[in-house]
């Protein structure tokens, strides 16, 4: 007996994420429904190389008898459809920044923290961490089991897939209209993306950090170690799919290169790839579409009594949003939602 399951915001670029990763990784589901705002109701959108499904309204849907749902919709529409859904009866595994930081909902990776699924029957919420946050607690993770982290510093160059089709939309148009010498208009981004790099993402805080940073720090701190101190630079760069990270760590107990390589390497979900030569890295471009995430360039940082620096690259849409929320979801039909065969 299979699962019936909803994708709400299922025409975004999330959302059609998510409908392949379910057919890729042949979730068992007996059903599976798209959702999203009725000026998207009867649009079709692919489920697998072979189905289509047909959006429905999600106003008017009705969650009674639904397994599980994948949120993917921005914060406004989880804050409004979510509670709704869990009062249903339905797990609702949100992608937005909603209620990562709400007490009662589970905030997962579920390498990382799988035992925290077991807080979700509070509210029928699970969180699903910002992108660049649950790249940067995969590689984190082993090194913090081993070497107890004090700090991180870390420079994230976020793919304009972060901002959604509109961000990716916006560097395409601005790129072509650069080469074509046609006017350079900017919508999504504060400033022009292609050519550039911009260090803003999301809102402005009174500290001067903006909401992206400030989600780095407080969300590491709840999925690994609230006593893990963390500052962060976010920006926007002219890549299409895949978030980068520098990240430079001090820990409190001695740490080596070769070391620190061995427990990313044997760690669930990581690859190391770190090959002091040309080519000897991963980039953006070549983690597109995969599943890892990638660390390479690997050293010591002889500023700190114990520190390691190392760059970190993975598929934002994938591990770091559709793929991630659907890993939650196998967590839970193996440990609270089994259903008799």
Known sequence: MGYRVAVVGATGAVGREMLSTLAERNFPADEVIALASSKSVGTEVSYGDTRTLKVQDLDKFDFTGTDIALFSAGGSTAAKYAPRAGKQGCVVIDNS??????????????EVNEQALSGYAKRNIIANPNCSTAQLVMALKP????????????????????AGKAGMDELFNQTRAVYVN?????????????????????SFMDDGYTKEEWKMTVETRKMLDP??????????????????????????????????????????????LDHRADEGYVTPQECAGEDAVYVSRVRKDPTVKNGLAFWCVSDNLRKGAALNAIQIAEALIKTHLKKAA
């Open 182 to 202: 046609d006017p350079v208009e900017n919508h999504t981004f504060t400033k022009q993306i292609a050519f550039n790099v911009i260090p803003h993402i999301d």
């Open 227 to 272: 006593d893990i101190e963390l500052v962060a630079t976010c920006v926007r760069v002219p890549v299409f799919v895949g978030h980068a990270e520098a990240v430079f760590i001090e820990t409190e107990k001695p740490i080596d290169e070769d070391a620190a390589r061995k427990v990313m390497a044997e760690f669930e979900g990581l690859v190391v």
């Open 97 to 110: 920044s909603n209620f990562r930081m709400d007490p009662d909902v589970p905030l997962i990776v579920p």
């Open 143 to 162: 090194l913090h089991d081993a070497f107890k982290i004090k700090r991180v510093v870390v420079s994230t160059y976020q793919s304009t897939s972060g």
